[in-house]
C-alpha cells in the first residue's frame, strides 16, 4: 500500500519538462565537441549548462516519484540516480562521438531495471517508479557526462582517464661507430585523470546532493513548481562552480576562468530567483504584507 502526498499542481507538464531536459542536456554535452573543432577549450562550459538542463528535469522527477511518501526518499533517489548513472556514464564514453546518446539509451535501461526489481521484487508498489528510475538514471548520467565534459573538454573515455603523457627512455643497442642510442617510448599517465585522480567521485556527490536538494528544500503543502526549479537550477550552478574550479587542473587557463564566470553570473541570477519567489510563496502561505527590509521595497 502506498499513499501519495500531493505536490504541486499545475505549472509545466512533467513530459514538456523532460524534453526539454534531455534536449538541453544532449546537445550542451555535444557542443563540447567544439573544442576539438575549433582546438580550444573555451567551449566546456556548455557541458555544465548540459548537467544543469538535466538536474532541472531530474529534480520534477524526484518531485513526483517522492510524493508517495514522506519525503524521506528523498536522499536515496538521488544516490540511486548517481549509482545507476554512473555505471552507464563510463561505459556510454566508449563509443566515440556516439557517447551521450549511448549514455543516455544504456542509463535508461539499467533504470528501468532497477525499478522493475524496486517495484515487482521488492514490492515497493508505487505506480509511477519505473518510469522515474529510468529518468533518474539518465538525468544521473547525463549530469556526469556534462560536468566530466566541462571539467576535461571533452565526453570520451580517453580524455577521462589519460591525464598526460610521459616519455620513457631506455637505452638501446649500439649503433655503428660506437654511437650510443636510445629507446624513446611514449607513456601515459592515468593517476592524473578525471577518474584516475578520483575527481568523479567529486563530480558525484556534486550532482547527487544538487538532485535531490531542491525538492527536499521546498517539500511542504505550499511547494511551487517554479520555486523547486529555480532552486534545482541555483544549485545546479553553484555544482558548475566547484567543477570549473576543478577545471584548472586539465584545461588551460582561459578556458576554466570562462566557465568560473559563467557559473558565478548564472548563480547569482538564480539566487535572486529563488529568494524572491520564496518571499511570494511565503507572503501567499502567511496572508500578511511582505516584511518591509531595509533600503528595499519590500
Not at 548540459?50 to 529534480?59: D, E, K, Q, R, T
Not at 566541462?150 to 577521462?160: E, K, P, Q, R, V
Not at 567529486?202 to 527536499?216: D, E, K, R, S
Request: aromatic share 10%; net charge negative.
Amino acid at each position: 500500500m502506498t499513499v501519495k502526498m500531493e505536490a504541486s499542481e499545475g505549472g509545466m507538464p512533467h513530459n514538456t519538462l523532460m524534453i526539454y531536459g534531455i534536449v538541453v542536456a544532449v546537445v550542451g554535452t555535444y557542443l563540447t565537441y567544439l573544442n576539438v573543432v575549433t582546438g580550444i577549450a573555451v567551449f566546456s562550459f556548455f557541458g555544465g549548462i548540459a548537467a544543469i538542463a538535466a538536474l532541472w528535469w531530474g529534480s520534477d522527477t524526484i518531485k513526483h516519484l517522492c510524493s508517495y511518501g514522506l519525503g524521506t526518499g528523498v536522499p536515496s533517489a538521488g544516490m540511486v540516480a548517481f549509482g545507476s548513472g554512473a555505471i552507464a556514464m563510463i561505459a556510454g564514453t566508449k563509443f566515440g562521438l556516439a557517447s551521450p546518446i549511448v549514455t543516455l539509451i544504456l542509463a535508461a535501461i539499467l533504470g528501468a531495471v532497477i525499478g522493475y526489481i524496486a517495484n515487482s521484487i521488492i514490492n515497493m508498489n508505487i505506480p509511477v517508479m519505473v518510469t522515474s528510475l529510468m529518468e533518474m538514471a539518465v538525468v544521473g548520467a547525463m549530469t556526469m557526462l556534462g560536468f566530466a565534459a566541462m571539467c576535461t573538454g571533452t565526453f570520451m573515455f580517453s580524455g577521462l582517464v589519460v591525464g598526460g603523457m610521459t616519455l620513457s627512455m631506455e637505452p638501446s643497442a649500439g649503433a655503428a661507430g660506437g654511437a650510443q642510442t636510445f629507446l624513446v617510448t611514449v607513456l601515459p599517465e592515468f593517476a592524473g585523470s578525471l577518474i584516475g585522480g578520483a575527481a568523479l567521485a567529486v563530480i558525484f556527490f556534486l550532482g547527487a546532493m544538487a538532485l535531490q536538494h531542491p525538492f527536499n528544500a521546498c517539500l511542504g503543502p505550499n511547494e511551487s513548481q517554479d520555486r523547486t526549479l529555480m532552486l534545482a537550477i541555483e544549485v545546479g550552478f553553484l555544482s558548475m562552480f566547484v567543477v570549473a574550479v576543478m577545471s584548472y587542473a586539465f584545461l588551460d587557463l582561459v578556458s576554466a576562468t570562462v566557465g568560473v564566470a559563467i557559473s558565478l553570473i548564472g548563480w547569482f541570477y538564480s539566487y535572486k530567483q529563488y529568494i524572491a519567489l520564496s518571499k511570494r510563496d511565503a507572503y501567499d502561505w502567511l496572508d500578511a504584507k511582505p516584511i518591509r527590509e531595509v533600503g528595499g521595497d519590500q
